[in-house]
C-alpha cells in the first residue's frame, strides 16, 4: 500500500509570502503528526492530530503557523508571512493507535 | 524537559567493522525509544523501539539497541557493516500525548562508510 506522501517536494517562496505544504497519511491512520528539521538539526514536534482535532500543538512556534486537517485524513501546514528561519524540511507523519509513526518523504521549504 | 543527546556527530568506520552509534536520554518516566534512519532524500525509517521488557531489542537491516536506565542510554550497534548503511541515524525518546506519541529527537549521527 502506498506510503505517506508530501506534496510539494520542494517550495522555493519569498520572504513574506503564504505557503501550504500538504501531507496525505496512510489510508485508516487517525494520528498524524507534523515534524519540522532545519539543517543539521533532528525533527522537532509541531503538532498532532487526533481524527479531526489537533490534540496537541505546543510545538508551533508561533501564530504565524498553522494547521488543519479537517476530514481527518488529509492535513495542510499553513505558514502566513514567511520569514528565511522558516526554511527547512517539513516532514509529516501518520500512526495507528500512536504506535508506530511512518513518515513521508518531506517537503524542503526555502524561504528567499 | 525531555532531551536526547547523540553525541557524535559523524561516525567513520570501515565496511566490515563493528559499529556502536551512542544516545543518552533524559525523561522523568520509562521511556519509549525508537531509533530511526535517514538516507539522502528520504524520509525516515523505523529502526527498531524499545517499549518495555528485554532491554535488548533487535530491529531491521541487523541492527540492536540496548536499553541501559543506570546510564539513560539506548546505544545502536552492529556487528558488522555494509556500505549502503551509510546514512544519517536519530535516536528518540517518544513522549505520551493523549494516547499517542510525540517524538523528541536527537541532532543525529551521520555515519560514514569506508571501503
Known amino acids: 500500500g502506498a506510503g505517506v506522501s508530501q506534496t510539494p517536494s520542494n517550495k522555493v517562496t519569498e520572504k513574506g509570502k503564504y505557503v501550504e505544504l500538504r501531507c496525505d497519511p496512510i489510508?485508516?491512520?487517525?494520528?498524524l503528526y507534523w515534524y519540522r528539521q532545519s539543517l543539521g538539526q533532528g525533527p522537532e514536534f509541531l503538532i498532532y492530530?487526533?481524527?479531526?482535532?489537533?490534540?496537541?500543538d505546543s510545538g508551533l512556534p508561533n501564530d504565524r503557523f498553522f494547521a488543519v486537517r479537517p476530514e481527518g485524513s488529509v492535513s495542510t501546514l499553513k505558514i502566513q508571512r514567511t520569514e528565511r528561519g522558516d526554511s527547512a524540511v517539513y516532514l509529516c507523519?501518520?500512526?495507528?493507535?500512536?504506535?508506530?509513526?511512518?513518515f513521508g518523504p518531506g517537503t524542503r521549504l526555502t524561504v528567499l | 524537559a525531555q532531551s536526547v543527546t547523540q553525541p557524535d556527530i559523524h561516525i567513520t568506520v570501515s565496511e566490515g567493522a563493528s559499529l556502536e552509534l551512542r544516545c543518552n536520554y533524559s525523561?522523568?518516566?520509562?521511556?519509549?525509544l525508537f531509533w530511526y534512519v535517514q538516507s539522502p532524500g528520504q524520509g525516515l525509517q523505523l529502526l527498531l523501539k524499545?517499549?518495555?521488557?528485554?532491554?535488548l531489542v533487535q530491529g531491521i537491516k541487523g541492527f540492536e539497541a540496548e536499553f541501559k536506565r543506570s546510564q539513560s542510554s539506548f546505544n545502536l550497534r552492529k556487528p558488522s557493516v555494509h556500505w549502503s548503511d551509510a546514512a544519517e541515524y536519530f535516536c528518540?525518546?517518544?513522549?505520551?500525548?493523549?494516547?499517542?506519541?510525540?517524538?523528541?529527537f536527537g541532532q543525529g549521527t551521520r555515519l560514514t562508510i569506508n571501503p
Open positions: 507523519a501518520s500512526s495507528l493507535y500512536g504506535v508506530e509513526q511512518f
Open positions: 489510508s485508516g491512520h487517525t494520528a
Open positions: 492530530f487526533q481524527g479531526t482535532g489537533a490534540a496537541d
Open positions: 525523561y522523568g518516566a520509562t521511556p519509549y
Open positions: 524499545y517499549f518495555s521488557g528485554d532491554t
Open positions: 528518540a525518546v517518544g513522549i505520551l500525548i493523549q494516547g499517542a506519541q510525540k517524538l523528541v
